[in-house]
């Protein structure tokens, strides 16, 4: 994988994208040269329309990423791929549209983006058959040799057996007396050098994967392996890299004090992302006034009660603030104490079901992070009974509040809503990997995304 801006990215997901781009650009070109014949105008040099190239290439190919195109069932069913780039395109179409007539210009003609849009369809749908072929081969993943032979050792197969895992493990080593749980595993006892057995294999990475490692760290194989050039990683590093976050089962504090991330220099980075949060949120709320408005008259013909609900959330810090949100449940719906929304829930109302998959309950929202209460992008804000049970059953919940809550947030985007304490786990993992590794682009990545589980009514209930 690639390390941009302190996020993972695998390099199968930069090769198809930077083909993507090309093509994108390609095709753009091809759709001017094919207007101005028809026309009969002369069609210029390629640097004449290089802003309206790179323009058309960078929406198209935002587009794509909000909606899911590189994601890992992207990756791995054709399918799936050429029908979310049939919705990023279509977007992305509108959109320049939009862009086009807010500019008051004719930087994008309409019979052009109409050419341009109907030549990327075919050159991404190939690229995907072409390529996309390709990443699957062995060629294109790491080969990992993984020293130990238990249940984390097993835990790495099965993530190596995903169809869109990027590394593929070549052997396993025991290196303890215990009776391995990888029964294919040689000991370490039976390779005489170590290093030129990794040389062989022709390794690029190596995992220690140990479930004791008191006394039993391999430290003169792995300085050996690591002057040769070889990567060498831990579990956790590994587990956090490949899967975007922090695994609780095998981290400890020592590991989240001495490991990257929690940077110091992040001063800048949230001066910039509270300017975004105003700017943003004060558009926000002055362009779906007359939604919200329309919204609590509905909510107020659908059921008795109030169309806004006021609740205490736990903040920055764990300090409590409130949210203010359309209501879509029944006013008497926490009569016996607050409780996880369920799936079909019976408390929610005709309305609320629809203003919660569409996620127009979350618009008013906008009001505390225009306050500085909240941000559009952290961890999910929960409510202080459930976070003071949370923080007694999970291990490391309270540094969720090092970084503001969000709206939206990688949680969100990356696990469906959570409704039990196994839910609360896992989507725990992922807030610890955003407040580790938070940056700009992580924001920008994750409310691109947040358009997909819009879409798609992903984790909305």
Do not use: C
């Not at 994208?17 to 650009?25: E, N, P, R, S, V």
């Not at 040269?33 to 190239?53: C, E, H, M, N, Y």
């Not at 790495?156 to 990888?182: H, K």
């Amino acid at each position: 994988m690639i390390r941009l801006f302190k996020h993972y990215i695998p390099h199968a997901v930069i090769l198809l994208g930077l083909i993507d781009i090309a093509l994108l650009l390609v095709a753009a070109d091809f759709g001017w040269r094919l207007r101005a014949a028809q026309i009969g105008i002369d069609p210029g040099t390629v640097a004449s329309r290089a802003w309206q190239l790179s323009g058309y290439a960078g929406v198209i190919l935002l587009a794509m990423v909000a909606v899911g195109v590189y994601g890992s069932e992207a990756l791995r069913s054709m399918r799936f791929a050429t029908a979310r780039l049939l919705v990023a395109i279509s977007l992305g179409i509108i959109g320049l549209a939009v862009l086009d007539f807010v500019l008051g210009g004719h930087n994008f003609w309409r019979s052009v983006l109409a050419y341009a849009m109907g030549g990327s369809i075919i050159v991404l749908v190939m690229n995907r058959l072409v390529v996309g072929g390709l990443l699957g081969a062995s060629a294109f993943r790491r080969r990992v040799l993984v020293l130990g032979a238990g249940h984390r050792a097993e835990r790495l197969r099965n993530l190596s057996d995903r169809p869109e895992s990027g590394f593929a493990i070549v052997g396993y080593v025991a290196m303890t007396e215990s009776q391995p749980v990888i029964e294919e595993a040689i000991n370490r006892a039976g390779i005489n050098n170590l290093t030129r057995y990794v040389e062989n294999l022709g390794v690029s990475e190596v995992v220690l994967a140990l479930e004791e490692r008191r006394n039993s760290l391999p430290l003169a194989d792995l300085l050996r392996i690591k002057t040769t050039g070889v990567h060498v990683n831990d579990f956790s590093s590994f587990i956090e890299r490949e899967t975007g976050r922090i695994d609780l089962d095998t981290v400890n504090p020592s590991w989240l004090i001495f490991s990257d991330g929690f940077s110091s220099g992040r001063a800048i980075s949230s001066a910039a992302k509270r300017v975004f949060d105003i700017a943003a949120s004060s558009l926000l709320l002055i362009l779906t006034a007359p939604i919200i408005a329309l919204f609590a008259i509905l909510v107020k013909l659908d059921s008795k009660g109030p169309a806004f609900y006021r609740q205490s959330r736990v903040g920055l810090y764990g300090q409590p603030f409130d949210v203010v949100k359309l209501r879509s449940m029944r006013t008497d719906a926490e009569v016996g104490g607050a409780q996880f929304a369920q799936e079909n829930d019976p408390r929610v109302t005709r309305l609320g079901r629809f203003i919660r998959k569409v996620r127009i309950d979350e618009l008013p929202q906008a009001w505390a992070v225009l306050k500085g209460e909240m941000s559009f992008v952290g961890p999910r804000p929960e409510r202080p009974q459930f976070v003071a049970e949370l923080e007694q059953q999970l291990p490391f919940y309270a540094e969720r509040h090092m970084v503001k809550p969000g709206i939206t947030g990688w949680a969100q985007i990356n696990y469906p809503y959570g409704a039990n304490l196994e839910d609360s786990r896992h989507k725990l993992e992922f807030d610890l990997y955003y407040a580790k590794n938070y940056t700009p682009f992580l924001d920008l990545l994750i409310l691109l995304q947040t358009l997909r589980v819009i879409l798609w009514h992903e984790g909305a209930r």
